[in-house]
């Protein structure tokens, strides 16, 4: 590897580094902000302000009752549809607080696996061990990482805003929310393209240590 | 049963009256690669390698490699 490319290597490293140090002490402090923050939420629910973010779809229909809307779309008069990102505010409860909390978490938790195996991939290119057997099962785990995080993240969102839903209600004034899922599919296949990856590496580094030993 | 290439430097550092490090100083090979050579944990030998090691202790390849059976 040139000086460039290692000096490069040491920068992405101390940048993963920061992130990691960020991250760790976020993934501790986070849910006693969240216990803390929900504890000190209003009572009254219209005072509350949660502005909890969460994905769903939804349907806003014209001046028709709920009722009517969610017997038949066209009937109903129906405005507008779709599916993004809906800041629930003022909840009867604090479930959907704690369950976004929650759900927050075990992405970071998530993300921090991926993580720690970048910081330990880049720590051994930088020692010049780019060619190392680890290397290949670190790119595999980050591979299964990205499939993962692509496939229960949706998941999460999806019966985290049933749930939801089933706190605050699915039909309020015209307005219908479901819980929505999407699938990233380009998430997934570039999660198992990596972990393709990772065995041209694991052949490379066989080969490199048959090399080690041609003496 | 398999068998192996088993490189007999051992026995021809003795025959010679040779030190690993004065033959690593006159092929070139490192004292870590020799090291690999006399441990058997050599998976190939270049040419070049060979011809070096059999110049410095004046003999024939088939002095130098011996197949053996292991197991």
Known sequence: MST????????????????WYALIFTAVVWPIAVIIIGLSKPSDPAERHADIDTFLSFKIYSDVSTELATQSENAAGLLIRGKG???????????AWYLSGAITEIMGFIFLFGLL??????????????????????????GYVFIGWHIIYPLLQYFGG????????????????????ELNVGGIFAGFAIIVLSGVLREAASIHHEQSLTV | ????????????????????????????????????????????IRF????????ALDCEPGDLLQLEETG
């Open chain 1, 4 to 19: 460039t490319e290692n000096r490069l290597a040491r920068i992405v490293k101390r940048f993963l580094d920061i992130i």
């Open chain 1, 85 to 95: 990102m809906v800041q629930l505010n003022n909840t009867p409860s604090l479930l």
């Open chain 1, 117 to 142: 195996q970048m910081r330990r991939l880049f720590a051994s290119v930088i020692k010049g061990e780019s060619f190392a057997r680890e290397n290949a099962g670190r790119i595999k785990t980050i």
């Open chain 1, 162 to 181: 049933r749930i939801m839903l089933n706190d605050i209600g699915f039909n309020v004034q015209g307005i219908h929310l479901h819980p929505a899922f």
């Open chain 2, 1 to 44: 049963m398999s068998r192996i290439i088993k490189i007999n430097l051992d026995l021809l550092l003795v025959q010679r009256k040779m030190s690993l490090t004065e033959l690593s100083n006159i092929v070139g090979i490192t004292m870590a690669n020799l090291s690999i050579l006399k441990r058997g944990k050599a998976r190939a």
């Open chain 2, 48 to 55: 070049s390698t060979l011809v070096a090691l059999c110049e």
